[in-house]
């Protein structure tokens, strides 16, 4: 099998990408992981999925995950579960539209801004709420079904990068999305990716 090409801007927050490299990672996939600066990389919104295999290159982040969700078979067992799984990520950009400007502010040394903004994000962890609702209905261990889905990659790494925004334990309150995540981290296959990952000057 070919081995798919990601592409990721260092500049960019890993919830970009990152969770595209634990879903490769958990269905064994090699990926050749490609890593740009913005002085570096001359077009186009990181990341972008190069996948050999047919021929395709896509970009957008939940685009790609949906993606490979489909070819390795985790977007749920039916039409319903695969539904759900659209309607999360719907709800998890909701959530995340404002990180990376925290990021912005903070290279443009615009510490009221980022502070402004770091506000409006502790005010969106009010979202989580639903998300541990969510998974406490559906027995804690995934978002989706019995199994795991696409949607759990990025709703697993959602909080690390916005407690890194904001600047402190954003799952303090919420103990069934902190073993959620703790335990999709600990899949083997993750935790192997998360030991020998590069560090993201981010």
């Known amino acids: 099998m070919s081995t798919p090409k990601i592409q990721t801007d260092l500049l960019q927050l890993p919830v970009d990408s990152e969770p595209i490299r634990y879903l490769l990672s958990y269905v064994k996939e090699d990926f050749e992981d490609v890593r740009w600066t913005g002085k570096t990389y001359p077009y186009e919104k990181l990341p972008i999925l190069e996948d050999a295999e047919n021929g395709l290159r896509l970009g957008q982040s939940f685009s790609i995950a949906r993606y490979l969700g489909r070819k390795y078979n985790l977007v749920g067992k039916t039409e319903a579960e695969a539904a759900k799984c659209d309607e999360y990520a719907d709800v998890l950009k909701d959530i995340l539209l404002e990180v990376e400007l925290v990021v912005e502010a903070g290279e443009k040394k615009n510490l009221e801004l980022k502070k402004e903004i770091q506000t409006n994000l502790l005010e969106k962890t009010r979202y989580f709420s639903v998300i541990e609702s969510v998974l406490k209905k559906n027995g804690g261990k995934y978002l989706v079904g019995n199994a795991i889905t696409w949607i ?3 709703c697993a790494h959602m909080p ?14 919420y103990p069934t999305m902190k073993a959620y995540q703790q335990q999709i981290y600990q899949i083997p296959e993750i935790k192997a990716w998360i030991a020998k990952r590069p560090v993201n000057p981010y």
């Open 152 to 154: 759990d990659f990025l």
């Open 160 to 173: 690390e990068t916005f407690t890194f925004c904001v600047e402190k334990d954003v799952l303090a309150n």
